[in-house]
């Protein structure tokens, strides 16, 4: 970049040099010279990282600059045209003319600094805005600093005549920056033939609207070209970083010494295609110290420049040093002065000038080498350019190497082999051209997110880091909210995100990281918040109420995003401890949705009432739990068939006893098979429970004699084995239908009874085994039986009157006995 200065050095007091031969002196000499200007004030100079760096306090001579340009005023809107210099990158005058009352023509003008910072402090002359003393459309503003803290401000030319309107103010502390500029508040006054002294126009921005260009920096709002003129939009300030005749350039750079072996750091500046200023100091002969400066051109060419005056090209230093801040000034008249400062460290100081150079105008400017020793560091003009806090390696984008070689090492620039290198870039923007590295190992991506949440990896960037921040917005959201901001490389944990407060649901979260040139890049997650209950519950199987026996299979979806685990358990119904289910699987970590969820073997407990319960946990702690109300029963139902009993003959209506019972007793059926019938044709059926009492009445009426089986089936309620099958106990009874006999053996006797409860008990004796008997008391209450193997059958009915009592008994074969009995 090259900074525009028009006006004149203060030299004084410079005192005669030494010539000497530029080769490489075994024993250096050094000639007794006087200090040259070693009682100028010192100057306060860091070199901060990052952009738009300079150097505090300028240059250690005070200048004098001009700027000039055509204003014009456009519209009624407020408006204003400002013309800045003495910028040194910390603070500049910043010199304006202000539409200000709707008028359409400029009214008012403002002594002001930075970037429209009303005055400075201790001015003199009047106050810092004021109205003009007559208004105009537009005119041609120059604006001067006489180097002693002077401003003056000029109108001529004011609408196209020869009217003059001056302004001054006092007061300023100078700055020394060689920076000038325009400014501009909303896009409207235009700004139109920016040049320096003497009418000199640097730029007339005829080219099409757009962006200024290669030659300005915008380091404040707006700034562009319209119709062929300069605008500032936002309070847009732009710095001219061009070429210009008569322009003043500085170059400087941190140097130091590095080892005994000849070398030397060159700053090159006024360059144009051809030729270009060549200014050098160098350690010769060994010492490990600077002692010898010198004014070439070209590559080291060690002859000067023709005309050349203020002493000999090449001279020994006043005193030797190690390290110090190098500046090269050209002030575009052929002057050229080397200012040597913080020499070791310290606050000593060496100048030295010559004269005679033909200024070439060039706009090059950069840096030599000689050997890869010296070191480079801090390079610029009136600002810091290149700190090349970057990698070891090549010199970067923003420079040319037209002559040996030059790299970065060790955070600094090396020449090599009488280097050459080029400033292609713009000098106040930065150098970092990459953005900054940021990682995010943690957390992963569809990862949950419960109270605290890490966020690891890392960020830096080696070029300068400027900080980072985190930041989060819901997936169905656009704007960010930041929840943590650090201004340091890290690896590792980086924040700790809290998100107590932050509804469920799936959210991006990125961390964003910047270096010192403003450039920045991200790492983004996409995690999901979860503060609700374990969502994803269901018991299909058992149902509410179910009746279970053997292994019960437990169906259903434990599911949620943060899923962790979930238990299947069981409590008797009067309530307990909950128990696994399946004691070698007290917790299940895997997802399932719709399928099988656990088994239970029932058989290790008594049948009764049980509660069974399914509890879901995810990753933050949170749970849900579906209860239901089961009933075990692993007991098979009763089935018995107590008359008639196996083996006998029956005819006629017969009347079958016994019991079909169970606890969740489902259902019975009553049936027979035999003679005609293929299967099990149904003689009664019920879902109710039948203790020892009449299951159903047989009508063998029309069946063909034959050898028959009765069958009584049992079924309950219960899901044996997860089948859907039940328990069920059959109980079987063969006999014959038909005439099987007189069924009488002649020896028939028949006893009756009655004891004091009045129940009358009526004994056939002597029968025939499997004949049918009917029993019946006072001729109305019947009852059948069988006579079993002993001979026998008996009946009986409780409850009589007191009295006599009747009983008969019909034998199979007709016969009737009779008996007369009397209960108390």
């Known amino acids: 970049m090259r900074l525009a200065f028009v006006g004149t050095c203060l030299w004084a007091g410079l005192s005669a040099v030494t010539a000497a031969q530029d080769i490489d002196l075994t024993d250096p000499v050094y000639e007794d010279i006087a200090p040259i200007l070693n009682d100028l004030p010192q100057e306060d100079w860091t070199a901060p990282g990052g952009a738009d760096q300079h150097w505090e306090g300028g240059s250690v001579l005070s200048f004098a600059q001009t700027v000039q340009a055509d204003v014009r005023s456009n519209g009624a809107a407020?408006?204003?045209?400002?013309?800045?210099?003495?910028?040194?990158?910390?603070?500049?005058?910043?010199?304006?003319?202000?539409?200000?009352?709707?008028?359409?023509?400029?009214?008012?003008?403002?002594?002001?600094?930075g970037n429209g910072a009303g005055g400075w402090p201790n001015m003199?002359?009047?106050?810092?805005?004021?109205?003009?003393?007559?208004?105009?459309?537009?005119?041609?503003?120059?604006?001067?600093?006489?180097?002693?803290?002077?401003?003056?401000?000029?109108?001529?030319?004011?609408?196209?005549?020869?009217?003059?309107?001056?302004?001054?103010?006092?007061?300023?502390?100078?700055?020394?920056?060689?920076?000038?500029?325009?400014?501009?508040?909303?896009?409207?006054?235009?700004?139109?033939?920016?040049?320096?002294?003497?009418?000199?126009?640097?730029?007339?921005?005829?080219?099409?609207?757009?962006?200024?260009?290669?030659?300005?920096?915008?380091?404040?709002?707006?700034?562009?070209?319209?119709?062929?003129?300069?605008?500032?939009?936002?309070?847009?300030?732009?710095?001219?970083?061009?070429?210009?005749?008569?322009?003043?350039?500085?170059?400087?750079?941190?140097?130091?010494?590095?080892?005994?072996?000849?070398?030397?750091?060159?700053?090159?500046?006024?360059?144009?295609?051809?030729?270009?200023?060549?200014?050098?100091?160098?350690?010769?002969?060994?010492?490990?110290?600077?002692?010898?400066?010198?004014?070439?051109?070209?590559?080291?060419?060690?002859?000067?420049?023709?005309?050349?005056?203020?002493?000999?090209?090449?001279q020994l230093l006043n005193q030797p040093f190690n390290s110090a801040h190098m500046a090269v000034i050209h002030n575009g008249f052929g002057d050229v002065t080397i200012v040597f400062s913080k020499i070791d460290g310290g606050p000593g100081q060496q100048i030295y000038s010559r004269g005679g150079w033909a200024p070439l105008d060039g706009d090059r400017i950069g840096f030599g080498g000689f050997a890869g020793l010296t070191i480079i560091d801090n390079w610029g003009s009136s600002f810091v350019c290149d700190d090349f806090n970057r990698r070891n390696g090549p010199l970067g984008a923003n420079w040319n190497t037209t002559d040996g070689s030059a790299s970065i090492v060790s955070l600094a620039a090396r020449g090599d082999n009488l280097s050459r290198s080029w400033f292609i870039g713009n000098c106040g923007a930065c150098n970092d051209d990459t953005p900054p590295l940021v990682s995010m190992t943690a957390p992963a991506p569809e990862s949950c997110a419960c109270n605290v949440v890490p966020i690891n990896g890392s960020v830096s960037d080696p070029e300068g880091y400027g900080g980072?921040?985190?930041?989060?917005?819901?997936?169905?959201q656009n704007n960010w909210t930041q929840a943590g901001s650090n201004?340091?490389?890290?690896?590792?944990?980086?924040?700790?995100?809290?998100?107590?407060?932050?509804?469920?649901?799936?959210?991006?979260?990125?961390?964003?990281?910047?270096?010192?040139?403003?450039l920045s890049s991200s790492a983004v997650s996409i995690v999901y918040v979860d503060h609700d209950s374990f969502s994803g519950l269901e018991m299909r199987a058992p149902g509410e109420g179910q009746i279970l026996a053997g292994t019960a299979c437990f169906d259903g979806t434990a599911w949620d995003r943060c899923f962790d685990e979930y238990q299947v358990e069981y409590q008797p119904g009067g309530g307990g401890q909950f128990n696994p289910v399946d004691p070698n699987n007290p917790v299940y970590n895997t997802t399932v949705i719709n399928d099988p969820l656990a088994q239970w073997n029932t058989g290790t407990v008594g049948d009764g009432n049980y509660r069974v319960r399914l509890t879901g946990l995810d990753i933050c702690g949170n749970t849900g739990a579906i209860q239901k109300n089961v009933v075990v029963d692993n007991t098979a139902p009763v089935s018995v068939i107590s008359a008639p009993q196996e083996c006998v003959c029956l005819t006629g209506q017969v009347t079958v006893t016994g019991t079909a019972d169970d606890a969740n007793l489902a259902a019975w059926s009553l049936q027979y098979t035999g003679g005609d019938a293929h299967g099990w044709v149904t003689i009664?059926?019920?879902?109710?429970?039948?203790?020892?009492?009449?299951?159903?009445?047989?009508?063998?009426?029309?069946?063909?004699?034959?050898?028959?089986?009765?069958?009584?089936?049992?079924?309950?309620?219960?899901?044996?084995?997860?089948?859907?099958?039940?328990?069920?106990?059959?109980?079987?009874?063969?006999?014959?239908?038909?005439?099987?006999?007189?069924?009488?053996?002649?020896?028939?006797?028949?006893?009756?009874?009655?004891?004091?409860?009045?129940?009358?008990?009526?004994?056939?004796?002597?029968?025939?085994?499997?004949?049918?008997?009917?029993?019946?008391?006072?001729?109305?209450?019947?009852?059948?039986?069988?006579?079993?193997?002993?001979?026998?059958?008996?009946?009986?009915?409780?409850?009589?009157?007191?009295?006599?009592?009747?009983?008969?008994?019909?034998?199979?074969?007709?016969?009737?006995?009779?008996?007369?009995?009397?209960?108390?």
């Open 487 to 518: 201004n340091n490389e890290r690896n590792g944990l980086l924040y700790n995100w809290n998100t107590a407060g932050l509804p469920t649901g799936l959210y991006f979260v990125r961390v964003v990281a910047e270096n010192t040139c403003g």
């Open 468 to 476: 980072d921040v985190l930041e989060y917005r819901r997936t169905d």
């Open 684 to 824: 009664a059926s019920g879902n109710a429970p039948v203790i020892n009492d009449t299951l159903g009445v047989w009508n063998t009426d029309g069946l063909r004699p034959c050898a028959y089986t009765l069958r009584l089936i049992v079924t309950d309620k219960a899901n044996v084995n997860c089948t859907g099958n039940t328990h069920r106990t059959d109980d079987y009874v063969s006999l014959n239908v038909g005439d099987c006999g007189s069924g009488c053996t002649g020896n028939e006797t028949l006893t009756a009874k009655c004891k004091n409860s009045r129940k009358i008990t009526a004994t056939v004796k002597k029968g025939s085994p499997g004949a049918v008997v009917t029993f019946e008391v006072d001729g109305g209450q019947t009852k059948q039986e069988t006579i079993n193997n002993k001979g026998k059958a008996k009946a009986s009915w409780p409850g009589n009157a007191p009295g006599q009592h009747g009983v008969s008994a019909e034998l199979a074969c007709g016969d009737v006995l009779n008996k007369n009995v009397t209960c108390p």
């Open 78 to 113: 407020l408006q204003f045209a400002a013309l800045t210099l003495d910028d040194d990158g910390a603070d500049n005058l910043f010199i304006k003319v202000q539409q200000q009352d709707s008028s359409g023509k400029f009214s008012h003008v403002g002594f002001y600094h």
């Open 124 to 314: 003199t002359g009047g106050a810092a805005f004021v109205a003009l003393s007559a208004q105009f459309t537009f005119a041609k503003m120059t604006v001067t600093h006489n180097g002693a803290g002077t401003v003056t401000l000029t109108f001529s030319e004011i609408d196209g005549g020869n009217g003059v309107q001056v302004y001054a103010r006092g007061g300023w502390v100078n700055r020394n920056g060689l920076g000038m500029g325009y400014g501009g508040f909303a896009g409207h006054s235009s700004i139109d033939n920016w040049g320096n002294a003497g009418g000199q126009v640097c730029d007339n921005f005829e080219r099409p609207n757009g962006g200024l260009g290669g030659n300005w920096v915008t380091v404040n709002g707006t700034t562009s070209i319209v119709d062929k003129t300069a605008r500032g939009t936002n309070t847009g300030r732009a710095r001219f970083a061009g070429a210009c005749a008569g322009q003043s350039t500085t170059i400087e750079a941190d140097v130091r010494v590095n080892g005994t072996g000849l070398q030397y750091a060159a700053m090159l500046l006024d360059g144009d295609n051809n030729n270009n200023l060549f200014v050098k100091v160098q350690q010769q002969g060994g010492g490990g110290k600077f002692n010898y400066i010198g004014f070439y051109q070209g590559n080291n060419d060690t002859d000067g420049w023709g005309g050349m005056t203020g002493g000999v090209p090449f």
